[in-house]
């Protein structure tokens, strides 16, 4: 089967120091472009973090300081990334709950303006969760009938998400072969953040999705309570959860 494309789609997989999206940082990336006429190009490179790797991490990647002591920063490449997904649409294997954030947040510390909320995001673990809920490799096994011999390795994980995205539309009649289809179909909620701590409700409406205020409309806090706007901005949230919260005040300080 031939994915069918209006955008060329880019699989993705970051290898990081850890499981934290607002300070943890990505040591490796793979991305496998797909273009509409079916073409492929892949790249991965190693990242110096600018951090020690915590070995617990090492343990899972492989990945230790030394190997990445001479490679550059996410600074050094993040505009030839950015170059490298410019117009494309984006896939991975549970990237919208970790991956989409942690790249948005690397950008954003390297000072690169890349509208990520622009691009359709494709989450093959959501689709495997919804049809059959298990792990990447028991997903590769189970699709493909092949063992995942590399798994925890950026290039591995992302030619076998590739690969298991192409089986689940041959095995899933119900599943369209369209990019806007299937980024909705692998979607649990329609973020405003990439973190998800915010969150349209059925109606388009911002709402928390996290805390105190968790269902109540963004707008309604920040007119009933102007405190917590200083308080999300001076705790550990992400950088693009700040950035989405400031555009809606903004926004709201503009209409009174």
């Not at 940082?25 to 915590?54: A, D, Q, S």
């Not at 070995?55 to 990445?68: K, L, N, R, T």
Request: glycine letters at 6%; proline letters at 3%.
């Amino acid at each position: 089967m031939k994915l069918n494309l209006r955008n060329p789609l880019v699989f993705f997989d970051l290898e990081t120091t850890g499981t934290n999206i607002n300070s943890d940082r990505i040591v490796e990336i793979c991305y496998l472009k797909v273009y509409p006429n079916g073409n492929e190009e892949t790249k991965t490179m190693r990242i110096n973090p600018e951090m020690h790797i915590p070995e617990e991490s090492s343990a899972v990647h492989g990945i230790y300081d030394e190997d990445v002591k001479d490679c550059p920063t996410f600074k050094d490449v993040a505009r030839n990334i950015a170059h490298d997904i410019e117009g494309c649409d984006l896939a991975g294997f549970n990237s919208n709950r970790f991956d989409i954030p942690v790249l948005a947040e690397e950008f954003l510390r390297a000072g690169v303006d890349i509208d990520l909320s622009r691009r359709k995001f494709v989450d093959v673990q959501v689709i495997f969760h919804k049809m059959e809920q298990r792990t990447l490799s028991a997903a590769y096994k189970f699709y493909c009938g092949k063992n995942l011999e590399d798994a925890h390795s950026a290039e591995g994980d992302t030619r076998a998400t590739y690969e298991v995205l192409m089986a689940q539309l041959d095995r899933y009649p119900e599943l369209k072969n369209d990019i806007n289809f299937l980024s909705e179909y692998s979607s649990f909620t329609k973020n405003v953040d990439f973190a998800g701590r915010m969150v349209y409700d059925d109606k388009g409406v911002e709402i928390f999705n996290f805390g105190k205020y968790k269902g109540i409309s963004v707008a309604e806090v920040l007119k009933r309570d102007p405190g917590y706007y200083g308080w999300i901005l001076n705790n550990d949230f992400t950088l693009n959860t700040k950035a989405m919260l400031t555009k809606i005040r903004l926004r709201e300080l503009t209409q009174r």
